[in-house]
């Protein structure tokens, strides 16, 4: 008999690790900047999160260390790709493979060291509810912080000027600057603010949700962040449905061990976000959805003064 | 008088591979307070480039506004500490497609919060107030006609209540009512003491609207003209024209173009009982057949916005027919893929460019889009390509720093040659079916002669022509036959002998030609 709740529940918790990074991403390409850094700003800041929590011993010391990481990592990028113009792909692939080092050095010490991570919450009311209170209430902070975020993120991209402002940012750069727009200042905010996010995914991963510390333990998760920006349509409430579904895929092997071969299984997250983003591609590319819905038009160019 | 704006020994130069273009050359440039100003120059003269040194700092030179030294060195400050505000050209650069017009006017907004629904109000009254005629703030930008387009970006300007407004080619896709409710808004604007720019290629717009005339050639001032002076020192306004179009180019221009009189052929296009929808889904061309024939130039007159666009798209397959059918030399089209129209010798000059260009290719890769498929293997005849790109380059006298420059860098109106000398050349003689969209819309004067004259000789030598135009100058002097599309549906054929531009004039507001031919 398998424990419903607890299934749901532990969705919830996958859930969480993608949709933190995804809505941060979401902004920084909305601005019209592609990180393709989100693996290592995640793995590194899980371990420098990890690491600064077990010798401080404060766990909030810990998330907002990580947070910081993944805020100057990505400040690197936004260096390179937005003050220097350069290639963003190549810069963000640069990042990863920074971040991976850079996990083995920082989580050194901590490998197998055990502490206590962060507690579950119970939020009065809520939590009493049947079934959902145990679902979706009884969780660490940062996951009642994610559910916040998602309505928060979508109401400043589409109900504030600030939002409008990266958006056009994202969409056509020259026109923005053209009518006095910072293009410079608001990309470097939104790819900053990105990198926390991923840095507070990193450090959920390691003390919220997984609760240890070892090397490569995101298994390449933080690439699917960048498929779910793509499944989301760039929007924060898609981003919330997108991070449930593959939430449900990550959680879903552990319970059909007994039917599947585990490497079948393992394959799941991976060889379902390729097919969704083939179906996706499909719908995408008839050029009426495109004008309505596809790609931030300036996504992943440089904007040059003219 | 006092002058609001001084510019002073500016200088801009360009660099593409070896090749320098120096786009403004020590341009000195005075702008009176309450002064209609106009700019003339042929394309690539420097004209955008000098009025855009407002917002980016040109390479060299003294801005003065009322008198003060000024460093404008970037947008934000010209346009809120100086008033200064500019409706640009390249629309491009300018308008963002997949906003909202509400969400483009952003200058609106103030504040954190944003009541969008309160930016729509204030861009209805606008609209009004300044008589820009009706727009839906709401609507994408990307569903828009060229037209309205311009419109947003005119209001865009004026919205700021500047007090130096600068409009850079305002007029090219307007429609003449429209035009003609621009320059009394410039002209009230003018009565409270503003101060206008205008640069345009409608010599006679400037010769109506302006108080001076400053007149660019090759990046340098060769004249400053008072306009009440050049009207009292010519007999008419066809003279004045002549007077300012040989003083932009250097040499004799304008002359009457020369209509021989052609047979016109058999027909070459069918389009029967087209229906074809908009964007949003709702049918937008009503039942419309057209017979295109060889020797033929067929005009397409309207008012932008009544299904010309989507007609057109429809019968090039940029977009289906949802009822009809289109035949070409006998072949039934209908729904095929682009290619097969395009190999039965159907060459198209959209009014928006960037349908025709790749912007980021060279200007030579531009040109050789439709030729590059006869190379007989696999790779790209280049040795045969080159040579025919070099000489259209030179033939349609296209300014570029280099051929291997991208389209991008170059003038609005070299971007535009660029797109006539490809499709003119696609087929020749009776091989060639030519559907043309306001093609010499942002050309100056020389080049806009030039077109016209190839498009009489490309009917001359047996090409079938339809010339969508809003322009009626252009529709009175080259068609042969004149068809008025009104709210998607022909409200007549008339041949050019019995037309009179009251009569296309009425059609084009909805009569019907039963009602106008008396
Ligand atoms: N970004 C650029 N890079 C290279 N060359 C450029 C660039 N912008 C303009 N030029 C060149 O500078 C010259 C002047 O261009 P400009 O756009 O000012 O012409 P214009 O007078 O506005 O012409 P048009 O009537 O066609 O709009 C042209 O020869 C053009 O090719
Ligand atoms: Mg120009």
Redesign the pocket.
Known sequence: MVDYILMFSSIVAAATFFLLPTLGEIYAERSGILNLGIEGMIIASAAFSYAIAYSTQNLWIGVLSGMLLGGVLSGIHAIISITFTRTQVVSGIGLTILGTGLSGILGRGVIGKAIDTLENVHIPFLSDIPFIGEIFFDHPILVYFSYIMVPICWFILYKTRIGILIRSVGENPEAAYNQGVNVNLLRFACVIFGGMMSGLGGAYLSLGYLNFWSEGMTQGRGWIVIALVVVALWNPLGAFLGSYIFGTFDVMKYYFQQFLPTPVLKMAPHVSTILFLAIWGIILSRQKVKSIVGAPTSLAVPFEK? | MDSVLEMKDICKT?Y?DGIV?K?NDHVNFSLNKGEIHAIL?E???????LVNGLFFPPDSGHIFINGVEVNLDNPLTAIKEYKLAIAR?DLSKSLIERHTVAENILSFSEGFFLSLAEIERAIKKALQKFNLGDINPKAKVWKLSGGEKQRVEILKALITNPSILILDEPTAMLTPPEIERLFSLLKNLKEEGKSIIIIT?HLEEAINLSDRITVLRHGEVVGVLDTQKLRKDYANEKEAIMHLASLMVGKEVLYDLHQDKVHTGTIVVELDDAVVNNDMGDAVVHGISLHLKTNQILGLAGISGNGQRELIEGLFRWRNLEKGRIKIRGQDVTNKPIKKVRELGVAYIPEDRRKALIFDLSVRDNLMLNSYQNSKSLIIDRSRIIPETEALIRRYNI???SPL?PIR??????RQKVVVAREFSLKQGKDLILIAENPTF?L?VGTTQFVREELLRKRAEGAAILLVSSDLTEIMSLCDEIAVIFKGKIMGIISRENATREMIGLMMGGAHQTEVLV
Not at chain 2, 43 to 49: H, I, L, P, Q, R
Not at chain 2, 409 to 414: D, M, R
């Open positions: 003219s | 360009f593409g273009v786009a120059g394309n690539g003269a420097g004209k955008s480039t050209q290629h300014k570029t720093t420059s860098s170059l003038s609005g109106g070299n942002g100056d």
